[in-house]
């Protein structure tokens, strides 16, 4: 069984420039939701995705996107950067119906300078 | 709405037992979760246990919830060095996204 994986490991971006973040999920899991972990606190919900489709949206703006993928994959995309984007950003996978069994990947760490 | 406090330090000799405590307010909660988190990696699930249970053990851990305090508790038996991380405790409705708590750092002294 594969676990949750993410790209890239690490990322520095300037301020006002583009961000793709990659997750591929546990195998068999069907929905990704994203979270950011800034320094000193813990995870914040982002979005979640299911069949392609955005399914829960927590209180960030629209610059925030993601897309996920046939094969469950997904991606964030984060436009227009701010020096409080830098965060860990993690992901978790589940089946749909079992949210209460996320599992995470290792993050990445984006820092915006 | 939804709130997790948890005290952010805790440190304890090796061996000893290790307390976390974690509170809620968030009645409706169905799922309540401990993620550990060692340092520069992602989450690691390590026990949930589901609103209507009040106790639930697995191996070295022991989850106790008092739905009407709105407290969550999790008891590390015999812990180790590897024990040292950041302990997250979280709420769900189940389909819901997690809500965390900011963690707690445990250190565990040699």
């Known amino acids: 069984e594969t676990g949750v994986t993410q790209s890239p490991t690490h990322l520095i971006k300037t301020r006002g420039q583009q961000v793709t973040l990659r997750c591929s999920s546990q195998?068999?899991?069907?929905?990704v939701s994203w979270y950011q972990q800034a320094l000193g606190q813990g995870p914040q919900f982002i979005f979640q995705?299911?069949?392609?489709?955005?399914?829960g949206r927590g209180n960030f703006p629209p610059r925030f996107s993601g897309l996920q993928f046939p094969n469950y994959s997904s991606e964030l995309n984060v436009n227009a950067l701010e020096l409080d984007d830098s965060a860990l950003y993690l992901c978790a996978s589940s089946l749909q119906g079992a949210a209460y069994e996320q599992y995470f990947g290792p993050g990445t760490r984006l820092t915006v300078t | 709405g939804e709130d997790v406090e948890q005290s952010l330090f805790l440190s304890v000799r090796e061996g000893d037992s290790s307390v976390i405590n974690c509170t809620y307010t968030?009645?409706?909660?169905?799922?309540l979760y401990w993620y550990k988190q060692e340092p520069g990696a992602g989450l690691q699930l390590l026990t949930y246990i589901f609103s209507n249970m009040d106790m639930k053990q697995d191996q070295r851990l022991t989850v106790l919830l008092n739905k009407k305090d709105k407290h969550l508790s999790l008891r590390i038996a015999d812990t180790q060095t590897g024990d040292s991380a950041i302990y997250f405790c979280a709420e769900s409705k189940g389909n819901t996204p997690l809500v965390f708590g900011k963690g707690t750092r445990l250190s565990v002294i040699a």
């Open positions: 195998s068999g899991h069907n929905t």
């Open positions: 968030d009645s409706s909660s169905t799922y």
């Open positions: 995705y299911y069949r392609e489709e955005e399914n």
